[in-house]
């Protein structure tokens, strides 16, 4: 059931309002640059570093994911994904069809020879 107290939520002694603004008031900002990024879907994005600090050269564009870099002209290009493969495309890429039947033929020669035949 509320209640007709004015000063709902607020404790006894607590600081007034103005405390928050004096706070703001003692704090000195860095000094900043703005550095923008463009990636190849031509999304530009602008973010704010402190000036002393090195700046990255590539970074994620927060609308497409793609990498973006700081010349407007030449973009970063599309990051190039492997389509999957399979555990046989794999063991196709390191061995040649001799390797695999002198390896087949040398297994089936080994059970063979646990079977007794």
Known sequence: MASGNAIRGTRVG????????????RIE??????VGYWCAN???TEHSFAAD????????CPRCGLP?????ENPPARPHTEPYKTHLAYVKERR????G???LAEAMQRLR???GE
């Open 14 to 25: 607590s600081s007034p309002v103005r405390w928050v603004d004096a706070t703001a008031e």
């Open 29 to 34: 900002a860095v000094p900043r640059r703005a």
């Open 42 to 44: 031509g999304h530009q």
């Open 53 to 60: 600090v090195p700046v990255p050269a590539l970074w994620d």
């Open 68 to 72: 973006a870099g700081q010349d407007e």
């Open 96 to 99: 040649s069809e001799a390797d």
């Open 101 to 103: 039947e002198a390896i």
């Open 113 to 115: 020879a646990r079977r």
